[in-house]
């Protein structure tokens, strides 16, 4: 067993399993024999494999029975937590509320870790002012355990990555850099591959700062790679896929994908596979192959359907809904947009209503579209700078449309266009400029360039749209 443990340390995934097995074999009971399931559970999911690494959890909980309680706590906890990865919401809940009895008695860490899984099953059912509290809760019990910096670490990480999908960017980051710094405390590298990405999209959509955000996630790759753990190098590839796809480089990122999924025969999970499948639709979307990306967003919207997670399944539409409205099918668009649904608090409000305002633009109703945003800026609900584009060239294409050419200039006046914004976003507000400088007879020559130069990386619809604008 300690020969197991010490090859944990070392990554070396392959002879974790070996001693493990050893040790099983050689009677192992109690406590032992739960810490060798563990880390039979660890060495599947380092290769991808959920269905061998949640066995292993089910063999611990039952060897559980033999050892202490706190074993048997934390073994239970631990199954729990990965259970969230399945999409097993109700499972999850129920297993909690079958252990709060056994959690009065228990350890700071153990009642961190209910209140962090509770916070989560509240995240993916919608209920993030609940998953907020609780998940403040966990960090301010665990900051006062001085032995648990791993523990802070993954807290810490989950708050940014909860921040980061409430649209709290600033958040994110702040948050990201004080779980890195706890993991390099605890010398967990697996837990600085996974607060590293977080830092990389707090300072990519909240600071537009390119260099840092692709720094991250790269060092996020070579650390993954280095300790062979598959869904760690998935989650940093994809992160560089969405760097690639923002500049219009739809073979690199089409590498990387391939990269990605060769890593292992299936996906770890659910969210692993939705998330290469909205890759994978963006890709098509970007080479203009409308056939092929609307085969890849109705997979998408299939594999969607089967999460259980409320955040994930309006990320999706959000992604699809610019095919359907730029391909002019609006009636796709306005039932993905129903079904999809929004309440002022779930994390992708400001981007779905902004794109019902462009629906109800293509529908010839400006004025509704302006009614719209203006109701969203008014709420602050756009956080995301790329959400702040199509806020602005939305805006501005039905300021257009009802001749009030000072509206949508005032509108446009938000986004500096010399910056590094998503390209196909960006494309959009430049075919705004560019109809302004038509409609209005004053040059704009920065746009016309910035156009130009935009020109050779932007998605193909928007390409077009660009093209014609340029005349």
Not at 27 to 36: I, L, M, N, Q, S
Not at 451 to 470: C, D, I, V, W, Y
Request: net charge negative; hydrophobic share 50%; aromatic share 2%.
């Amino acid at each position: 067993r300690r020969a197991a443990d010490a090859a944990r340390r070392a990554h070396a995934w392959s002879e974790v399993e070996t001693h493990a097995r050893q040790a099983l074999a050689a009677g192992a009971a109690g406590a032992d024999a739960v810490a060798c399931h563990v880390l039979l559970a660890d060495a599947a999911q380092s290769r991808g494999d959920s269905a061998m690494s949640l066995a292993a959890l089910d063999a611990a909980v039952l060897a559980a029975r033999d050892a202490d309680r706190n074993t048997r706590v934390d073994t239970q906890l631990l199954r729990i937590r990965r259970w969230m990865t399945g999409d097993r919401n109700a499972e999850v809940t129920a297993a909690l509320d079958m252990l709060d009895t056994e959690l009065v008695g228990a350890s700071v860490v153990q009642r961190a870790r209910a209140l962090q899984l509770r916070a989560m099953v509240h995240r993916a059912e919608g209920r993030h002012g609940e998953a907020d509290r609780l998940g403040e809760a966990a960090i301010a019990l665990v900051e006062t355990e001085p032995g648990a910096p791993g523990f802070l670490a993954e807290l810490l990480d989950g708050a940014a990555r909860h921040a980061a999908a409430a649209g709290q960017l600033a958040a994110c980051e702040a948050l990201a850099v004080r779980a890195i710094a706890a993991a390099e405390s605890a010398g967990d590298e697996m837990m600085l591959v996974r607060a590293l990405v977080p830092r990389g999209i707090g300072a990519l959509y909240g600071r537009n700062d390119r260099a840092t955000a692709v720094a991250s996630f790269e060092r996020a790759r070579s650390l993954a790679q280095r300790i062979g753990h598959v869904p760690l190098q998935r989650a940093a590839l994809l992160n560089l896929v969405k760097c690639h796809t923002d500049e219009g480089r739809g073979e690199a990122a089409a590498a990387m994908l391939d990269e990605g999924e060769a890593l292992a025969p299936g996906f770890e999970d659910r969210v692993a596979e939705l998330a290469f499948a909205e890759a994978r639709y963006f890709v098509h979307y970007l080479r203009g192959d409308v056939p092929a990306a609307r085969c890849a967003a109705e997979r998408l919207l299939a594999i969607t359907g089967a999460v259980d997670n409320r955040m994930r399944r309006q990320s999706s539409v959000q992604l699809v809904l610019d095919l359907f409205l730029h391909s002019g099918d609006l009636d796709t668009a306005e039932r993905l947009l129903a079904a999809a649904g929004d309440e002022p608090g779930d994390v992708q409000h400001g981007v779905l209503r902004a794109k019902a305002a462009w629906l109800a633009l293509a529908r010839g109703r400006p004025r509704d579209a302006l009614d719209r945003l203006d109701a969203l800026i008014a709420r602050a609900a756009v956080a995301r700078v790329e959400d702040s584009l199509v806020v602005a060239w939305v805006g501005a294409a039905a300021a257009l449309a009802l001749g009030e050419l000072a509206g949508a200039r005032q509108r446009l006046a938000t986004i500096d266009i010399a910056d590094e914004h998503v390209v196909d976003a960006l494309a959009m507000v430049l075919v705004q400029r560019l109809a302004l400088e038509r409609l209005s007879g004053q040059a704009d020559p920065a746009a016309r360039a910035r156009a130009e130069a935009l020109l050779p990386r932007t998605p193909k619809l928007e390409a077009a749209l660009l093209r014609q604008a340029l005349g």
